[in-house]
């Protein structure tokens, strides 16, 4: 079985910024383990996302550059890009 698994780091500003949710919403991103990086202020994120590739069971999730944009007019868009 295979299944768009993928790794990415978000810094502390967008997990409280109040379009957090909307952000996530953006690419459909559900979280399987967040982890807190208090050292510099990041989150490691994996979970499952139409923008990651399918990966088969059991091999490790690859990691991705998650580039957000909020525009003029609060819409928002994400790309990712498999490191």
Request: glycine fraction near 6%.
């Amino acid at each position: 079985m295979k299944s768009r698994i993928g790794k990415f780091k978000v810094s502390q500003n967008i997990i409280e910024n109040e379009d957090a949710p909307r952000i996530f919403a953006a690419f459909g991103f559900v979280p399987m383990r967040v982890e807190h990086h208090y050292h510099n202020g990041t989150f490691e994120m994996i979970g499952l996302s139409h923008l990651f590739d399918e990966v088969d069971e059991g091999y490790v999730a690859p990691e991705y550059d998650v580039t957000i944009t909020v525009h003029e007019d609060l819409s928002i868009s994400v790309e990712a890009t498999r490191l």
